[in-house]
Structures are given as C-alpha cells and as structure tokens.
T-cell receptor
Framework: GAVVSQHPSWVICKSGTSVKIECRSL??????MFWYRQFPKQSLMLMAT?????????EQGVEKDKFLINHASLTLSTLTVTSAHPEDSSFYIC????????????FGPGTRLTVL | AQKITQTQPGMFVQEKEAVTLDCTYD???????LFWYKQPSSGEMIFLIY??????QNATEGRYSLNFQKARKSANLVISASQLGDSAMYFC??????????FGPGTRLSVLP
C-alpha cells in the first residue's frame, strides 16, 4: 500500500508558540490531503481538506487562522498550530488520497502534540 | 448527512476464535464506499478492507471479511482466527461520491490468550 509519513511523531511545546507538522506521501502523488484530530479514546474528527495549489476547506468549528494548512505540492502538506494552548494538545493525523469514493485514504503515523 | 454507528464500545474474543464487529450506516448517496481501519496503541491507522455499495460479493482480505447487508445498511467486520496482535481499536468509515470520510466511534477489541 501507499506510504504516508508525518513529522514530527511527537512534540512538546510551550503555550503561545507555533508548531508545524509535515505530512508527506512518499510513493504516490496525493491530489488531496486530510487533517484529522483525535482526542483520547475518541474517533477521528476531520479538521480540514487540502488540495494541492488551492486553499484548504475547513470543517465547521475549526479556526482556520489557528490551524494553518499549506499544500504546496502533490506530496507535501503542512499543518501549523499557531499560538498553541494546552487545549490544542491532541493526536493529529494526516491522510492522503483522491476524491474518488472507491479509493481509500492512506494515513500517516500521527503526531502527538503536548502544549505545556 | 452521513452517519456511522458502532454499538460495541468494547469486545473480547478468545485467541483463535472468530469475532464480528458491528457497523451500521446511514446515507442518502446512491453510491458509497465502506471501509474498516485498525488503530493499534501506536496510533497509526491501518486500512483493512473496502466494500463498494454496488459490489455484489462481500469483500475479503485474508482473515478479514466484510458482511455487507445493503438493505439493512450494515457492514460488519468479521475477523477469523483471532491473534493477540489483533487487539486494537477498529473504526468503520464511509465515503460518498467526492465526499470526506465519516468515521464511527470505534470498537476496542481485546484478544485473550
């Protein structure tokens, strides 16, 4: 199957700082990348959908000024958590795929963010 | 709107036995895809199996099979010959045409030695 990497795998930062998470599709070109957030013992919540070369589409309730998404190429998308606060601590997972409904998404290994 | 329901928060199964994880869905799309993912404690999401809404036969992938009952809107995952490494969270997901994935709340499976 296709491989998606995420970096870093975990990060600890101070409140008020910004954190950038990278998502890369290693062996295929992803027209679309998705960013999810997962709280402990809960399901994945879609935050935003990003298409290469265009602005991301954010789900309702997700602050686009706080969670900046850039999809500069067909193999790289970044999520920047700006001015992070303890309530932003979570597991962030990206996935890559296409908009074709029969296609699955391939997930990165996730990034665990802890804001002190 | 699309919705996935997984009514079993947790399941136990004896090693080498088969187990069925329930999933029901709701959608108005005539065409859709159903997926199952496994999430071990490490956090990575592992794709297991896919069923298309127009597929005539139930999908199978090794020890995984999907019991698809379209009229009942159910897509249960069957794991045969359970192994200790099968202990994980399992998520059922659905996708309509050009739409995002919708995930169920998940079922935690524990395989007992």
């Amino acid at each position: 199957g296709a491989v998606v990497s995420q970096h870093p795998s975990w990060v600890i930062c101070k409140s008020g700082t910004s954190v950038k998470i990278e998502c890369r599709s290693l062996d295929f070109q992803a027209t679309t990348m998705f960013w999810y957030r997962q709280f402990p013992k809960q399901s994945l919540m879609l935050m935003a959908t990003s298409n290469e070369g265009s602005k991301a589409t954010y789900e309702q309730g997700v602050e686009k000024d706080k969670f900046l998404i850039n999809h500069a190429s067909l193999t790289l998308s970044t999520l920047t958590v700006t001015s992070a606060h303890p309530e932003d601590s979570s597991f962030y997972i990206c996935s890559a795929g296409t908009f074709i409904s029969t296609d699955t998404q391939y997930f990165g290994p996730g990034t665990r963010l802890t804001v002190l | 709107a699309q919705k996935i329901t997984q009514t079993q928060p947790g399941m136990f199964v004896q090693e080498k036995e088969a187990v069925t994880l329930d999933c029901t869905y709701d959608t108005s799309d005539p065409s859709y895809g159903l997926f199952w993912y496994k999430q071990p404690s490490s956090g990575e999401m592992i794709f297991l199996i896919y069923q298309g809404s127009y597929d005539q036969q139930n999908a199978t992938e090794g020890r995984y099979s999907l019991n698809f009952q379209k009229a009942r809107k159910s897509a249960n995952l069957v794991i045969s010959a359970s192994q200790l490494g099968d202990s994980a969270m399992y998520f059922c997901a659905m996708r309509g045409n050009g739409q995002n994935f919708v995930f169920g709340p998940g079922t935690r499976l524990s395989v007992l030695p």
